[in-house]
């Protein structure tokens, strides 16, 4: 069984279909890249798999929870990096994890080593008394990645990882995403950074149009002699982004 | 852009024209609506304003209201509604950032176009005041026809009643837009709340209450009068822009952990939820007393009315009832303040469900709402010489109709009560929803003074029943939202 099953899954907002029979599975131990162009149904597949929204058709399973049925049980169970940044608050970065320690019902003890650790591993030490609302973006990244590790999660749900981060942390987020994965976890990253993902993860799924249209293994086994994760993405999402993006030539007549 | 580009641009070589740059605001002020709202369900909001304001005319003259009155009350609520149309100035604090920014590409591209941020906010209030002087004053001012009756006379009627609302609509906005920028040159909240603090004692004290409602009421007084109050209310605006510090930034924030304690200190289920609630509350710019503040402003606009209506017509009304059921309206206030700095989705990110969320947000409105209301509620009573069965029944109906009130404004707006604000249908709703609560016992206060034992028996049940429909709508609100939020 899978950490993340998904099967023909299927979402539409009014007239616009996010997703369209999206099919994929993520194995634990996999660092899994979610590719796709702005508008492919990334950010809904994800809000999908935590039942943040409910499919129109389709199943899905994440750690054996069914997301439609059971939102909370997988939220419990998940770790989630949201897209839109936080929203604005007035706690503190430590007040905040607090409150989501006790959303997870987490110990006050256990809470306060893992902001100690995280605080320290992504240098927001001598923010912890500041105002949420006063933090720069890169802090406040900071602090909401925190959040959706701080309850050690099997699996994890990141949207855009590295926004708003400082190289030297960008660093420090991809060595703990692979090696987070590596400890028989499933951590599903979905990104625009092609390059970022072709460093790290260990399967990527390119999507377009609210369709899984490939997957290529990153393994250091995989085979040498195909062309770059690019090259690939290019490839088979040229035909839509062609579609839709207006040339430099539309824009200038 | 169109080809006109170029003839869009200043001789001055400032990019936009002022015309060309208030044009593309109106645009995304419409389109901001009507996105949110669509398009014809915003259409219609002035419609019913008007409805409300002609209709609520007729009722006051039919119940034997003074005509200077109700022009005078309308006044006061254009005032009001100046003086909360304002707080648009708050361009770089928190409140403007985290109400406006995201709905507002334009306001912020000061940021990254060569716009004066200076002047983008003077055009963006100046639009605001032609949006909302046609869009909500102009509807308001058809309640003259029901004043004057209708005659070949009645469109310069409205149209002059329309000028004298406006004119008072410009000088609240002017009044809110000065305070917010000696804010930004670093003057603190308090220093300015008590200097507006001491100016209302001041008027009060001195007897120039009657010099101040003259003033407000333009269309009443002379000629000199109203271009006076034209003429300061447009140096009012010029030098608050030009006191207006577009760089202003606050300092950076600490503070020490609350958050464990108070969450451990209250015994619910979803304290850490109410917490949050409630240190954010307190926190952000004007901190536990906005909520205060707005239940002050409501219960000082109602006395003035009291004071009005008595002074006209000799008659007042049993101030408990007549205050316990008005007083409950600052649960909307109240409830607005709680959700202003968040946002539904973004604890969807958690192991909690929407319903959780509203449960303590209920949890947050009673710790909130209890005292603020009680307060003026109690000044309320000894100023006005209440009996005790007067006030207890008010206690009565304040308690249930603030719980009703609220319950309401859940179901209907779930965690965006602004926004409903302009939303014709959910708007006619919630009018409708207080009206059938608020009419009825404001007419009872008022002809029943003091009031009877079988009166006060009467009211207190409808308080209660009121109170526990209350209940029933906020707790329906959860499962209501999440099904909605699912589904979207």
């Known amino acids: 069984m899978g950490a993340i099953r998904v099967d023909g899954l299927q979402k539409s907002y009014g007239s616009v279909e996010a997703v369209a029979g999206m099919e994929f599975t993520v194995e634990r131990g996999e660092l899994y890249g979610f590719l796709g162009p702005n508008g492919a149904g990334k950010t809904t597949t994800i809000r999908t798999l935590t039942g943040q929204v409910r499919p129109d058709a389709g199943t899905v399973r994440v750690l054996e929870t069914d997301p439609a049925t059971e939102p909370l049980e997988t939220r419990r169970k998940v770790g989630i990096l949201p897209e839109q940044g936080s929203p604005p608050s007035f706690l503190t970065p430590r007040e905040y994890l607090e409150f989501v320690g006790e959303v997870r019902d987490l110990s006050a003890d256990r809470v306060a080593d893992q902001t100690a650790a995280w605080a320290e591993r992504l240098g927001f030490e001598s923010k912890l008394e500041t105002l949420h609302t006063d933090l720069s973006r890169g802090q406040q990244q900071k602090v909401m990645i925190t959040q959706a590790f701080i309850h050690e999660p099997d699996v994890v749900f990141i949207d855009e990882p590295l926004a708003n981060l400082d190289p030297l942390v960008q660093e420090q987020v991809k060595r703990f995403l692979v090696s987070y994965a590596a400890g028989d976890n499933a951590v599903f990253v979905s990104t625009h950074n092609i390059d970022v993902a072709e460093e790290i993860c260990t399967r990527v799924g390119i999507v377009a149009d609210g369709q899984l249209v490939t997957e290529r293994s990153l393994d250091d086994g995989a085979d040498e002699g195909e062309g770059s994760l690019l090259e690939l993405f290019l490839e088979r999402v040229e035909a839509e982004e062609t579609r839709d993006t207006p040339t430099l030539e539309h824009l200038g007549s | 852009m169109t080809g006109s580009v170029t003839s869009d641009r200043t001789d001055a070589g400032g990019g936009l024209s002022t015309r060309r740059l208030l044009a593309v605001l109106f645009r995304e002020e419409w389109r901001m609506h009507t996105q949110l709202f669509g398009g014809w369900r915003f259409a219609l909001f002035p419609l019913v304003i008007a409805a409300l304001a002609v209709s609520g005319t007729v009722a006051l003259l039919e119940t034997g209201t003074a005509q200077g009155t109700i022009v005078g009350g309308l006044h006061a609520l254009a005032v009001a509604f100046g003086l909360y149309s304002g707080t648009a100035g708050f361009a770089g604090s928190d409140m403007l950032e985290n109400v406006f920014g995201r709905l507002s590409l334009l306001l912020s591209s000061s940021q990254t176009l060569p716009l004066s941020r200076r002047r983008l906010l003077g055009v963006f209030l100046l639009k605001d005041a032609l949006f909302y002087g046609v869009a909500f004053v102009l509807p308001m001012a058809l309640s003259s026809a029901a004043l004057t009756g209708l005659s070949a006379a009645t469109p310069v009627a409205v149209g002059l009643f329309w000028l004298s609302l406006c004119l008072v609509f410009a000088a609240g906005m002017a009044t809110t837009v000065g305070l917010i920028a000696i804010r930004t040159r670093g003057v603190p909240p ?22 101040v409602q003259s003033v407000l009421v333009p269309g009443r007084g002379s000629a000199i009068t109203a271009g006076g109050l034209a003429i300061g209310t447009i140096v009012v605006a010029t030098v608050s822009l030009a006191v207006y510090d577009p760089t202003y930034g606050r300092p950076s924030r600490t503070a020490t952990d ?27 710019s004007g901190g536990v007393w906005k909520p205060f503040v707005s239940a002050s402003i409501l219960l000082a606009l109602v006395a003035a009315l009291v004071g009005v209506v008595d002074s006209i017509t000799g008659i007042a009304p049993a101030p408990g009832i007549f205050f316990g059921g008005v007083l409950g309206l600052s649960a909307f206030t109240t409830y607005n303040w709680l959700t202003q700095f968040d946002s539904l989705e973004a604890y969807l990110a958690y192991p909690v469900s929407i319903a959780d969320v509203f449960r303590a947000k209920r949890i947050a409105f009673i710790f909130v709402g209890a005292p603020t209301v009680a307060v003026p509620y109690l000044a309320a009573v000894i100023w006005f010489e209440a009996t005790l069965l007067d006030a207890v029944v008010g206690a009565i109906l304040l308690a249930g109709y603030a719980l009703y009130y609220y319950g309401l404004t859940v179901y209907i707006a779930g965690f965006d009560p602004n926004e409903f604000l302009f939303d014709a249908v959910r708007f006619a709703t919630f009018t409708v929803g207080v009206a059938v609560a608020l009419v009825p016992t404001l007419v009872a206060g008022f002809v029943v003074v003091p009031p009877s034992i079988e009166l006060a028996a009467a009211l207190s049940v409808g308080g209660v029943v009121m109170g526990v429909i209350g209940v029933v709508l906020s707790s329906r609100a959860g499962p209501r939202w999440e099904r909605r939020y699912r589904r979207e």
């Open chain 2, 258 to 284: 609350r958050f464990a304690w108070l969450s451990g200190a209250l015994p619910f289920e979803n304290a850490p939820l109410v917490t949050k609630s409630l240190l954010d509350l307190a926190r952000s």
């Open chain 2, 190 to 211: 308090w220093a300015i709340g008590l200097a507006v603090g001491l100016a209302v004692v001041g008027i009060w004290a001195t007897g120039s209450l009657g010099a």
